[in-house]
């Protein structure tokens, strides 16, 4: 089985930057289209970022033109590169495949905070 953990969270100020990362173990990893979700307090989960096994990209509006996904597969590896951050960014950030549902257990996410 798949598990993935997410890492790179923290606190920032609005206009900062982050960078997450979802490590994943097992071999099948290369050939799963993923995604970024997030989850902030009494909200659900939703996507935010996705990135096919050949690299295409979407983006939620929310985050269009803000945030960067990629992926190493040799490193089993997906990013997120989060600029210009919001306090509305704020919530619980997970990785997971984009089907449904998404194939893999959750991890334990990477909360971001964007505060003053």
């Known amino acids: 089985q798949v598990q993935l953990v997410e890492s790179g969270g923290g606190l920032v100020q609005p206009g900062g930057s982050l960078r997450l990362s979802c490590a994943a173990s097992?071999?099948?990893?290369?050939?799963?289209?993923m995604g970024w979700y997030r989850q902030a307090p009494g909200k659900q989960r939703d996507l935010v970022a996705s990135i096919s096994s050949n690299g295409n990209t979407n983006y939620a509006d929310s985050v269009k033109g803000r945030f960067t996904i990629s992926r190493d597969n040799a490193q089993n590896t997906v990013y997120l590169q989060m600029n210009n951050l919001k306090p509305e960014d704020t919530a619980v950030y997970y990785c997971?495949?984009?089907?449904?549902?998404?194939?893999?257990?959750w991890g334990q996410g990477t909360q971001v905070t964007v505060s003053s």
């Open positions: 997971n495949t984009v089907s449904l549902p998404p194939r893999y257990s």
């Open positions: 097992g071999s099948m990893f290369r050939f799963d289209a």
